[in-house]
């Protein structure tokens, strides 16, 4: 299996601090890796990293491609969508202009329609609300659009950065279905930032785990799943 | 990026090591400074007692903008204050020159403070819009037919030149300009001492640090306030030397061009810089001279230009470009083997 | 009654030029949270270059045409040579640099077409509409190419594509790189806009106020007042804020104080709008975030 991301000796900055130490991981097309690690430990900053969001030093390659130093918008038109932290929604625009930016890469502008129509078939509750402002939406609701607007521009690759934060656990069932579905569906790759150890645990093929900014363990989910300090440390028994 | 940069190598405290030559480096320029105006010609006298009423106001606005972070683009309206503070008590009031020159100090520093209250409570750029339509509204405000009987309108006031005090061997030109030189060397050791101070440094704390330093105990609204009052007084009293310097103020010598030039001043001989205040004052009573040979809008647009160039290439003005060469030229020195 | 309602309509026709003015400022700070100091002498600048061009035997429109097309080009060039770089240093950089750029505006217009005033023509006719007493032809007319081009404004940003991107560039540049949306284009747009604005502004006062370098300032800082006064984030705010400063200014002049005041008028709004509510009748309140 090809990987579809490449990152090695990895060091990001905040400043003139260095917060990520020579990391090294992969991204194995049409597969779902989960980054773990506890809070801090330099998860969201690596996905910042890739997408040229913070100052970073070595080698990313994307499908083969360096994407070291190239600009966030440019390194996204290569087929990358990051759904950041917080979300970013665009909160005084309506669920529908939200998409619409959302395919703003896209060349082929005919098939947008039937793209909003698909994700709006994922999520019904987008539908309903589809003229109002972004703002207005709950929390669980910013995040499923989040992940659609991300879906709109049909990335090869998907980041996505603490989906479940700040979620009822049924919101988050419901998000990590559909991620499992388009996943199966369609291919896509996705790489999963998550606190929850356990429910990325339980979504992703392979996963990293960070411990201040440094790769501390990496294996199949399945493994991890079993591994002593990982039990102990993150899923508690 | 470059700027960034400059703003923070202002330190906090500056650690002046009392060296044998900077002693000896600024008791030579004293002695050149009092010098001068026996060895110089009646015009440049003039032409340096400006220099020097340049230098307090340009060393009043630095410490607000430079070193406090406060962009103001309207000094010339505290320049104004003073200078018609001045000429009115001398020539309605028949008061001496020499006292007119604190209390045009004190009114500035009401004035400042008063105006700083409000406006310093908001960012930046805000303070800078204020301060600008300040700027731009100075000339009409002073040509107002309301307190025309005061200002002299549109006309100004015209002042005589103080005598010097008997008995001193120097011609009156000769003796503004030490009266001068007295008062600048005196505004700029209180600066100097104000900066160096808790002071100094609770104006950079803010400046940089504004969270932390209202956590510990630093209340902003007013310090800001005052700073801006403290500024405004430098000005002013700049401006009182500057009215009896040139015998005249009138309503349209204190346009926005005014607190441009003091602006340029400061980035010129470099934000934060005392020792830089100097080339800033030099640059702007001289330049224009040259230039405005070219043409009437000449100056206007090297001022233009050097502004933005400052910005890109020596944010820290002179004062940097000084240190830099400075540093170079150590850093080679050490570079040659040791014997 | 007759002077009152000439006061009112007249200080519509200057409103619309504070509205088109102010409203540049607007579209610049909420795209680069900056206020574009320089505005004013761009706008100056653009009516001269019109100028030579009338002079030069163009027809009055091709020569409006061309006149909004050069600054267009041309502020998006300065907004990403010059102002762009300095997007991460301080924001005493930025105004430094505005400054600078409004010398050197004003400046070079001196030198190039000396401080003698000249006369702007007005592209509509010198006799009132229907013989009326209240409102000149060129008044008339400087209202409604200013209502004109504020509906093709928002027209564009309402409902084209491109409108839609550069409001999401100015509400959220980091989610709309995530999108991969070219933000420094996004914002050297706008700086082109509001560049086209000035020059209409500049061409649709000049007649009345007479073309010389310094034309521009009092309208500038009126411009800052109503932007301030309406919300300096807020485009309807700017464009209210412009025409009631127009009427306000005229009628204060007319019977309360006279018109030797009038910069002093625009000082005194700033200074109550920022003590006041720094955040104008319809901006979001300025908050910073702790």
Redesign the interface.
Known sequence: MTSLLEASDLRAFYGSAEVLHQLAFSVGEGTITALLGANGAGKTTTLRAICGLVRSSGEVRFAGTPIGGRATEDIVRLGIAHVPEGRGTFLSFTVEENLQLGAHVRRDKSQRRSDVDRLYGYFPILAERRRQQAGTLSGGEQQMLALSRALMSRPRLLLLDEPSLGLAPIVVQEIFRIMRRINAEEGMSILLVEQNVNLALGLSDHAYLLETGRLALSGPSKELRKHEAVRRSYLGY | MAFGNAMRHIPATRPVVFHARLIIGVLLLLVVAIALPFVASGYLVFQLTLTLVYAIAILGLNMLTGYSGQISLGHGAFYAIGAYTTAILMTRFGVDYWWTIPISGLTCLIVGFLFGLPALRLEGLYLALATFALAAATPQILKHNGISAWTGGVQGIVIIKPDPPHGLPVNADQWLYLFTLAITIVMFVLAWNLLRGRIGRAMIAIRDHPIAAAAMGVNISLFKSLMFGVSALYTGIAGSLGAIAVQFVSPDAFNILLSISLLLGVVVGGLGSIPGVIFGALFIEFVPDFAGQVSKAAPWAVYGLLLIACMYVAPSGMAGLARQTLASIRKAGRAWPLA | MNGLLHQVFSGLATGGIYASLALALVMIYRAT???N?AQGEMAMFSTYLAWSMINAGLPYWPAFLLTIGVSFLAAAVIQLA?IR??A??????S???F??????????A??IFS?TIKTFPSPFPSEPLWANSYISTHEVGAIGVTLALLAILFAFFRWT?LG??M??AA??P??????????ARMVALGWGLAAALGAVAGMMVAPIIFLDPNMM?GVL?YA??AA?LGGIDNPWGAVLGGFSLGIVENLLGAYLIGT?????V??AI??LV??VK?SGVFGRT?L?R?
Do not use: C, D, Q
């Not at chain 3, 991460?88 to 950089?93: K, M, S, V």
């Not at chain 3, 400054?99 to 070079?108: A, D, K, P, T, W």
């Open positions: 949270e900056l206020v100091f010059i770089p300095l991460n240093a301080p924001i005493l950089a105004v430094i640099v400054i600078g750029l409004l010398l050197v505006f004003n400046s070079i001196g030198w401080y594509e839609l991107t409001r999401a509400e959220n980091v989610s709309s790189r995530l999108v991969g949306i070219r933000v300032s800082l800052f007042a301030l030797e005041l009038k910069m002093t625009a000082l700033i200074i920022l003590v720094p300025v910073t702790v």
